[in-house]
């Protein structure tokens, strides 16, 4: 079945620590997107990619990293420089040309130990 | 920037219908976006309605677009126990061409 997996579904992170959720697809999307959701604030944009090697910081891309060397993989590391990083985690890719059809992986829940 | 506002909560009863609202800024956008979330899980694309249209029906689901008030609703007919979930309108940023969301509309049915 094609689609998108996030692994861990859930992780912890001590402090100071770097953490890496991981996103595969293969769906054979090119564009690729990490949305973090917080409780009443709906989904902000981390980082996005519109192809392989190319990646753009989105609203909130502060104490986040990205890389993008394969079209089917796009991890996010949370650096220990994010000091609030509990949050839902989610990938998505875009579907089609319209900007808006996302299809979104199940998310990875990380919390601060 | 852009900002897309929603309330945050909604209760109906079983079988009634439900109307969620929602106001964007961007006057550009072609297309508006509804997600539906359950818990614990990604989102996934209800429906979409393209700026030139004022209505969109999808079985039990009517978008209307105002797009001189910039107000976008969502109503579901008949609305049952698995309709309970996180509503999401979005917007498009066609410079990033990324979505813009907005908080969410928690959607309680009670039987």
């Known amino acids: 079945d094609g689609g998108i997996t996030q692994s861990p579904k859930y992780l912890f992170r001590k402090e100071g620590q770097n953490v890496t959720l991981s996103c595969e697809q293969n769906l054979n999307h090119d564009a690729m997107y990490w949305y973090r959701q917080d409780p009443g604030q709906g989904l902000r944009l981390i980082y996005y990619s519109q192809i392989v090697n190319d990646f753009q910081k989105g609203d909130i891309a502060e104490g986040y990293s990205v890389s993008r060397e394969k079209k089917e993989s796009f991890p996010l590391t949370v650096t220990s420089a994010q000091k609030n990083p509990t949050a839902f985690y989610l990938c998505?890719?875009?579907?089609?040309?319209?900007?808006?059809?996302?299809?979104f992986g199940s998310g990875t829940q990380l919390s601060v130990l | 920037g852009e900002d897309v506002e929603q309330s945050l909560f909604l209760s109906v009863r079983e079988g009634d219908s439900s109307v969620i609202n929602c106001t964007y800024t961007d006057s550009s956008s072609t297309y508006l976006y509804w997600y539906k979330q359950e818990p614990g899980a990604g989102l996934q694309l209800l429906t979409y309605i393209f700026s030139n249209m004022d209505m969109k029906q999808d079985q039990r689901l009517t978008v209307l677009l105002n797009k001189k008030d910039k107000h976008l609703s969502l109503r579901i007919a008949d609305t049952q126990t698995g309709d309970s979930a996180i509503y999401f309108c979005a917007e498009v940023d066609t410079g990033r061409r990324a979505l813009t969301f907005g908080s969410g509309t928690r959607l309680q049915v009670q039987p």
């Open positions: 998505a890719t875009r579907t089609g040309i319209a900007a808006g059809q996302l299809f």
